[in-house]
């Protein structure tokens, strides 16, 4: 294959996936980032002696990181070390009232048994149904690249058709009764972005992601996979620009030419975004665009979100890596975002402490805390609204795990929409993309390849498969096959 000049916009998971793929290919390719520093909503912050990862924090599915690897002939373990969280993580419910979600199945049935009668051995039947949906799901389907409908037309989905038409809720709730139980297993759909009651019950393949493959932490945090994947870049000779704003694209005779960088026109043999999809439309002049405002508007996005990080001169006491504080109404704040878009009056919130795992995130006897509210996307956002918020988590954090905190607080530093917006160019300020709901799945989301402009592609969250960071690696494998085929025909 001749070699091609790649130019690619950001700088996140699925650009830097798609730009080891391509240089694997014998492409000349370059990233441009806007920021100053990669990786994304996946950067780190370091601050005062305390680290944090500014996004992802929960490293689920890790066959995926190990089959991107592989691809280059390497391992996960070439690159970083991998810890497995034990417990996974905590749920509290009210004040020192939690469950611990342990690392093996066998003791979350257990848990579940000791807190519902019978509901262990159902357990294990849900979990067996979620690892073959898994299998369905993760080892094939999303490698798919949405182009046509038929791509989900298999003898194992054409069995399982009933589970597109229900829901995780409907389908959970015929299955248990206790309430926590309930809300435990609905939590691990909300990384696809949507209410678990507009989540097919086949997507309960998230659930055998947490409870069957479990929850892991790269030694010193995500950002370990963000240096990982750049390292592979550059060994495959992947050139990285940042403070690098791409401000339009160029097409010429309806084909991509070239990207205009800080207003340094950059001529190219292929474009291809990585940047939230809308966004990259709006560096193309209208008449090149696929998608309207109007269809923008009318689709479901993930949430936005309230972020808090926080450095404390002082150990936490009663808390895990991870802890979900769903002490307050769940389907209420879940409405306050996707029904009746507003600031929740009773947040659920999530919090975690990466130096409980990875000593290097804090100074000595010191802790380093992440705290994240779900919001709707698109809400208005100021000063005084993160300040009583912030007030609001602490507060009912110091009572449910019965501890003074707010005066030990010696970092301080909040993100939420209107940073989404300015420093990803997010549409609406959403924090991980365009939800995954059955309408928006597959073939029925935003392509891959544009069908207006020649040489002109997309990935990440806003496109296929969808939020979250495996889907991310996997975006930038399926966007890089589609040029790969393109480059064989020509
Ligand atoms: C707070 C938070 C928590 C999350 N938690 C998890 C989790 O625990 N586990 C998980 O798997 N996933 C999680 N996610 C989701 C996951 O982080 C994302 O799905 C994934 O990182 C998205 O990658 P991406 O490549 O699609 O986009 P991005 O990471 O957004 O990358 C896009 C890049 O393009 C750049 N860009 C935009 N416009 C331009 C321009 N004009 N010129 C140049 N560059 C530009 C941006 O600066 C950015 O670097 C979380 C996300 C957030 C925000």
């Known amino acids: 294959m001749k070699k091609r000049k790649i130019t690619i916009i950001g700088s996140g998971f699925s650009a830097l996936s798609a730009a080891c793929y391509l240089a694997k290919s014998g492409h000349e390719v370059l990233v441009f980032e806007k920021n100053e520093t990669i990786g994304g909503r996946a950067r780190q912050l370091k601050k005062e002696g305390f680290t944090f990862d500014m996004g992802p924090s929960w490293y689920w599915m890790p066959d995926v990181f190990d089959r991107f690897f592989a691809d280059f ?72 690249p949405g182009v046509s409908p038929l791509e989900l037309v298999t003898i194992e989905t054409t069995k399982k058709i009933g589970q597109f038409f229900s829901n995780i809720s409907r389908d959970v709730r015929k299955k248990f009764k206790n309430e926590r139980l309930i809300q435990i297993l609905e939590f691990p759909v909300l990384f696809l972005g949507a209410k678990p009651s507009d989540t097919p019950s086949f997507y309960s393949f ?30 495959l000779g992947v050139q990285f620009f940042v403070n690098s704003n791409i401000e339009k694209i160029i097409v010429e005779n309806k084909t991509a030419k ?73 389907y209420q704040h879940a409405k306050d975002i ?38 709707a996307p698109g809400i208005n956002d100021s000063e005084a609204l993160r300040e009583e918020y912030f007030d609001k988590i602490i507060q009912r954090f110091e009572t449910i795990t019965q501890q003074n905190i707010k005066e030990n607080i010696i970092f301080k530093q909040s993100f939420c ?32 390849k544009s069908k207006k402009v020649r040489n002109l592609y997309f990935t990440g969250q806003l496109t296929v498969p969808g939020p979250g960071v495996p889907p991310a690696l996997i975006s930038g494998k399926l966007v890089s096959n589609l040029i790969d085929q393109q480059f064989l025909k020509v």
Do not use: C
């Open 258 to 330: 070239a990207i205009l960088v800080n207003g340094k026109r950059v001529e190219s043999d292929l474009v291809l975004s990585g940047a939230d999809y809308h966004h990259s439309e709006t560096l193309l002049d209208k008449e090149h665009r696929m998608y309207s405002e109007k269809y923008w508007e009318s689709r479901v996005f993930a949430p936005s979100s309230l972020l808090f990080y926080i450095g404390f001169n002082k150990k936490i006491e009663n808390i895990s890596h991870h802890a979900l504080f769903f002490d307050t109404d769940f």
């Open 206 to 235: 998230m659930n055998y992601a947490d409870f069957g493959l479990g929850t892991w932490h790269p030694k010193t945090g995500m950002f370990d996979v963000v240096r990982a994947m750049e390292n592979l870049a550059k060994e």
């Open 73 to 144: 002939g390497k391992k996960t373990s070439d690159y970083y070390e991998l810890i497995k969280l034990s417990p996974a993580y905590r749920v509290y419910f009210g004040v020192n009232e939690f469950i611990a979600i342990a690392d093996n199945l066998d003791e979350i049935v257990a848990t579940f048994e000791a807190i519902e009668k019978g509901s262990g051995l159902i357990l294990r039947e849900f979990m067996a149904e979620a690892q073959s949906n898994y299998d369905i799901a993760i080892k094939d389907l999303v490698y798919r």
């Open 417 to 448: 929409k209107n940073d989404f917006v300015e420093q990803y160019n997010s549409y609406k300020g959403n924090a991980y993309g365009m939800a995954n709901t059955l309408l928006q799945t597959a073939f029925l989301r935003p392509k891959l």
């Open 338 to 375: 996707y029904d009746e878009p507003q600031w929740p009056a009773e947040p659920l919130f999530y919090a975690n402490f990466p130096s409980l795992t990875d000593k290097t995130a804090a100074p000595e006897g010191m802790e380093s805390g992440f705290f994240l509210v779900p919001l």
